[in-house]
DNA sequence: GTCTATAGAAAGATAGAC
DNA sequence: GTCTATCTTTCTATAGAC
């Protein structure tokens, strides 16, 4: 059986599509548990591949970490149309996320992350420079910066009673008009331009 | 040299003192990292007592972490003299507390507690049980549980920011209006009675 | 390009001496 | 009531065979 060139196939000796299957199965598992709980065992585990190649591939799990997070807070990819619906939308992308689901969660990386020493800097610094810092240039006007801390904080609550605690209080009935609370404070967040 | 019987002396051979020892050492350390970056070892050194006794007197890791959290998230301890304060209240107690403060913070053990299997829902369960729920019959009336879930949620998310991200965006001049927003929004979540 | 084998460090827990 | 010594497991990382 050759390799066939599509992006779909599955060629069993190719370092570049080797290197993909661990990254992503690093994301999913970074998102699920602490830095510490997540072996490179079980990264290669899920990835199919020997453990070995981890390290070959990154040389060390602390670079595939950051390799992981690459991007994963940039905020353009998170923004609606329009600027006036950001707080329902923000929203949405927290609480439409099935706690179950094996996918890419920067928000639950970093939920995960505070606790531990070797990468709590990274996540923090990656956050701010992807989300906070061009989320505060787009609100623009008076006290931005601080503004976009805010709505920065009412994500971050919200993705913790969520996806860190999984509270039962906000699924099910109360997540509309959870969702639609939550939406108005951070909107009260963006438009202040008229003081 | 006699033992004393009074409360601030340190007298070494004594197991109710050593037992409070390492219960209080265990406190700030787990304040300060995850479950799993906290080791016995650390704990008895700073609470000066040899790392056997950690599993001697409290039988393992695991129960000594629920020993340390018992109690923490009390919202009696966290309540204003009139609930009209609540608001301003809550938020002072998260955004006054220094960064190298080597204290006990409940909220900052959830916070670092969330990506360990080990110890996850074991917080989970008494925030909801010591905090969300005794806050949601304190508010009584429609949607209870839900706005007790949201006035949390803009804790943890201050928290998080704060403490998790040591974000400089909630500090210095900054920091009293970020409190005067978060604590209305909070405030909004209180009073909806004449709904 | 991938895998086997293992080095080396660190952690939780425990038996038994003092 | 406390400490020394150690067992056992688990993890990252690497050298070298295939």
Redesign the pocket.
């Given at each position: 059986m050759k390799d066939t060139p599509k992006d779909d196939a599955l060629p069993?000796?190719?370092?570049a599509?080797?290197r993909e299957r661990i990254l992503s199965a690093a994301r999913v598992r970074f998102s699920r548990q602490s830095y510490?709980n997540?072996?490179?065992?079980?990264i290669a585990a899920d990835a199919g591949?020997?453990?070995?190649?981890?390290?070959?591939?990154f040389?060390?799990?602390?670079k595939?970490f950051a390799q992981a997070i690459e991007g994963g807070f940039h905020i353009e990819e998170h923004l609606p149309d329009n600027m006036s619906n950001l707080g329902i939308h923000l929203v949405a992308q927290v609480l439409d996320n099935a706690d179950d689901s094996e996918s890419f969660d920067a928000l639950r990386v970093l939920l995960r992350a505070t606790g531990s020493p070797a990468v709590a800097a990274m996540v923090s610094e990656r956050f701010h420079a992807e989300f906070v810092r061009p989320l505060a240039k787009l609100l623009g006007g008076r006290d931005s910066e601080l503004r976009a801390a805010l709505i920065a904080s009412y994500v971050l609550g919200l993705a913790t009673m969520r996806h860190g605690l999984e509270s039962p209080s906000l699924v099910g009935p109360a997540r509309r008009k959870a969702a639609t609370i939550v939406a108005e404070a951070i909107q009260s967040c963006v438009g202040k331009k008229g003081e």
């Open positions: 069993s000796r190719n370092a599509h080797t510490e997540v072996g490179t065992r079980d591949v020997d453990a070995a190649l981890v390290n070959r591939y040389g060390s799990k602390e595939l």
